[in-house]
């Protein structure tokens, strides 16, 4: 089978949240997530206080969609089609780059899913990531059938698909909201917005925003809980999905080195207690089929204000004095000992500056020469930052095993400034303390568990803007 690799739920540590996440984010996430990791958490976070704080535009789909991946160097469009031939080759075509589709279907459709299917007609996004055509079947990365806890494998014959896509399609023709029900996402020219830039932006739209919870239950009408779709919708809005958000919140402000305070972890313990509190109430009042009184509603209302402003307020004091990182590689020059041409195929250092890490690309990446044992990577930077740290992004079948970094002034004299031994893994980030070096090397000293070739798809060297810079707004 010819098929698109994914970072695994389990390794991304986002394993049975799939309830807490709406059906139609949560793979456009994950599709967002195969050109960069991190990405999956920065859009549902986006997307989370986008709905929650009334700050949506007034597009259609795609548009609101690209109001956030074009914050991650990403953009979505439309594909059209006409026949069963033409979009079957769109979908091989597709899976054959590299690139995967994002597929609407209905809910009423689905035979795998017991709950709505020939009851409810719901939008639904799936995501198109594989093939096989001895098998004549396409795969399917699929929440309907495990439950909704992640995003797993589901390979479907060929004329399954066409009839779920074919069966579905009066649904979206009925929707002025979507144009069509097969999206393409691919990146952009340019890596999106730094990390703290994006969170900053996001961040300004829990103050100037609208909490539309607030407005919601300005006007609350329980006969909207008479469903199942209804009540796991509003467990969801008021419940379980503010978990997930501080959750991902979490890991990002770990990953831009942000201590936590014990202000915000009031403030979350404060939210999450009383959002689980009063779902809960809400929940058993309308099962005991008691009218929820005024006096709660209105008091919930403003207890929401007092929370966003105090969320506001204990995140912007954690980051008031946080600068941005830069990936300074995207800037460099890069020279390597040697270069593969495996199978008159070139594996060109080019490939690791191109600021998208493919590791479902086998031949997307750097490998050196078979003659060369020793090989390395050396990096030119066009001024002096401070490096902060390395990230190489390794071979998934085939990691560097031991390498040691490097850092030169004039590319004569080298300081070690890590040595790493026995690794194992398919991402590498080295903390580096106190590099203000113009050139940084990386020599492979075990390129390999069984070979003497090394194979990277990408490596990024972190550093912070000069104070003076950063106040310009300068890069370089």
Same mark, same amino acid.
């Given at each position: 089978?010819? &098929? ?60 609101? =969609? ?6 991650? /160097? ?22 054959? !780059? ?14 795998? *899913?017991? =709950? ?20 004549? #079947? ?51 020219? /340019? ?24 407005? *919601? ?37 770990? !990953?831009?080195?942000? #201590?936590? =305070? ?8 404060? +939210?999450? #207690? ?11 009042? +309308? ?92 990096? *030119? ?31 004569? &004299? ?39 070739? !090394? ?14 810079? !950063? ?6």
């Amino acid at each position: 089978m010819n &098929k698109i690799s994914f970072m695994p739920f389990q390794k991304m540590g986002i394993e049975n949240i799939g309830t807490s996440l709406d059906c139609i984010e949560m793979p456009i996430a994950y599709i967002a997530s195969k050109y960069k990791t991190e990405n999956f958490y920065y859009y549902i976070i986006a997307s989370y206080m986008n709905r929650m704080w009334d700050t949506v535009s007034d597009g259609n789909f795609t548009q609101n =969609t690209n109001f956030i991946l074009h914050d991650l /160097g990403l953009h979505m469009k439309p594909v059209a089609f006409s026949c069963r031939e033409e979009l079957f080759d769109i979908f091989k075509n597709s899976v054959d !780059a590299g690139n995967p589709l994002l597929l609407l279907v209905d809910y009423y459709t689905l035979f795998y *899913e017991e =709950t709505h299917y020939q009851k409810d007609h719901i939008p639904h996004g799936v995501v198109l990531s594989g093939y096989s055509e001895m098998q004549e #079947t396409f795969l399917f990365q699929e929440s309907a059938h495990m439950r909704f806890t992640a995003l797993y494998p589901l390979p479907l014959t060929y004329d399954m698909v066409f009839e779920i896509i074919s069966q579905s399609s009066p649904l979206f023709e009925s929707f002025t909201y979507f144009e069509g029900q097969l999206y393409a996402i691919q990146p952009v020219s /340019g890596n999106g917005m730094l990390p703290l830039d994006f969170f900053r932006k996001y961040l300004t739209q829990i103050k100037n925003g609208c909490n539309s919870l607030t407005r *919601e239950l300005s006007c609350f009408d329980t006969s909207r809980l008479q469903t199942s779709q209804g009540l796991a919708g509003f467990r969801r809005r008021f419940g379980s999905s503010h978990k997930v958000f501080f959750d991902f919140l979490e890991r990002i402000l770990q !990953a831009e080195d942000i #201590t936590i =305070t014990d202000r915000y972890r009031d403030v979350k313990n404060s +939210f999450l #207690t009383f959002y689980d509190t009063f779902t809960a109430k809400i929940i058993k009042q +309308f099962l005991k089929r008691e009218e929820t009184p005024a006096e709660q509603l209105l008091h919930a209302m403003e207890k929401i204000k007092e929370l966003d402003a105090s969320l506001y307020a204990a995140l912007t004091d954690m980051i008031k004095d946080k600068q941005s990182y830069i990936n300074f590689a995207l800037t460099g020059k890069f020279t390597a000992s040697s270069e593969s041409t495996f199978m008159d195929r070139r594996f060109p250092v080019e490939n690791l500056i191109d600021g998208v890490m493919d590791s479902n690309g086998k031949y997307r990446m750097w490998s050196n020469a078979e003659w060369d044992k020793e090989p390395w990577i050396i990096i *030119e930077l066009p001024q002096k930052p401070q490096i902060v740290k390395a990230t190489m992004f390794h071979a998934n079948y085939s990691p560097v095993c031991s390498y040691v970094i490097e850092g030169s002034y004039d590319r004569k &004299k080298w300081i070690t400034l890590k040595e790493t031994e026995n690794n194992a893994r398919e991402v590498t980030t080295d903390y580096i303390e106190g590099a203000f070096y113009r050139f940084y090397r990386f020599r492979f000293t075990k390129p390999s568990p069984a070979d003497t070739a !090394a194979r990277l798809h990408k490596i990024e060297l972190w550093g912070l803007l000069s104070r003076t810079d !950063a106040a310009s707004g300068a890069l370089f």
